[in-house]
């Protein structure tokens, strides 16, 4: 699949690169990312420039590294999982780039374009019941709370309570401010159901 080239003149997102296994790994091993999502412990370079190199022979899924659109620096990772009609995205952000909207911006980014170039219907999202933070990306990003879409999943041995975000495509969601796809096309925004793990 083409890269997509998504900016916002804040945040790209651009597809990966083998020479980015390395920071991706010491990245992932971040205590808040071990916490909250479902990156291995164990995680090696090595590993990592496997599965970027088997992402570009998927025709399901999505992945993107989240840079800083005027220096290139790497800030973070954001993924979507898709069939025809339903998508599932998760995110983490680096240490040094928290606090700065780098999430909120590239989920935004990411949804409206799996929306308009996918033509999906819906995205899900979960976050861990305990990372406000990611609770609050979703939210900042147009999604709302749906507590039937919450589930308890085991994640590394462990059940975690995880709640749901969903948003469907045409459901009258406010319109992300600060960049635009397509000025032309109809807003969605994802079922988020947050896997922030």
């Given at each position: 699949?083409a890269?997509?080239?998504?900016?916002d003149?804040?945040v790209?997102?651009?597809q990966?690169?083998?020479?980015?296994a390395?920071?991706?790994?010491d990245?992932?091993?971040?205590p808040?990312?071990?916490?909250?999502?479902?990156?291995?412990?164990m995680?090696?370079a090595?590993?990592v420039?496997?599965?970027?190199?088997a992402?570009?022979?998927?025709?399901d899924?999505v992945?993107?590294v989240i840079?800083?659109?005027?220096?290139?620096q790497?800030l973070?990772?954001?993924?979507?999982r898709?069939d025809?009609t339903v998508?599932?995205v998760?995110y983490w952000?680096a240490a040094?780039?928290?606090?700065r909207?780098?999430?909120t911006?590239?989920l935004?980014?990411?949804s409206?374009?799996?929306?308009?170039?996918?033509?999906?219907?819906?995205?899900?999202?979960?976050t861990h019941?305990?990372?406000l933070?990611?609770?609050?990306?979703?939210?900042r990003a147009?999604?709302?709370?749906?507590?039937?879409h919450?589930?308890?999943?085991t994640?590394?041995g462990r059940?975690?309570d995880?709640l749901?975000y969903p948003?469907?495509?045409?459901s009258?969601r406010?319109?992300?401010t600060g960049?635009?796809?397509?000025?032309?096309?109809t807003?969605c925004?994802?079922?988020?159901?947050?896997?922030r793990r």
């Amino acid at each position: 699949m083409a890269d997509p080239g998504l900016t916002d003149g804040a945040v790209l997102l651009r597809q990966w690169r083998p020479t980015d296994a390395d920071w991706y790994a010491d990245a992932a091993h971040d205590p808040e990312i071990q916490r909250y999502t479902t990156e291995s412990p164990m995680l090696t370079a090595a590993e990592v420039r496997a599965a970027i190199v088997a992402l570009a022979d998927q025709t399901d899924t999505v992945g993107r590294v989240i840079c800083d659109a005027t220096t290139g620096q790497r800030l973070g990772n954001i993924a979507l999982r898709f069939d025809a009609t339903v998508g599932e995205v998760s995110y983490w952000v680096a240490a040094s780039a928290r606090g700065r909207g780098v999430a909120t911006r590239a989920l935004r980014l990411l949804s409206e374009w799996a929306f308009a170039a996918l033509g999906l219907s819906e995205i899900r999202l979960w976050t861990h019941a305990d990372n406000l933070a990611s609770r609050l990306v979703a939210e900042r990003a147009g999604y709302r709370r749906a507590p039937d879409h919450d589930q308890q999943r085991t994640v590394k041995g462990r059940v975690w309570d995880t709640l749901g975000y969903p948003g469907r495509c045409g459901s009258g969601r406010p319109a992300a401010t600060g960049h635009a796809l397509n000025p032309h096309a109809t807003r969605c925004w994802p079922v988020v159901i947050v896997l922030r793990r």
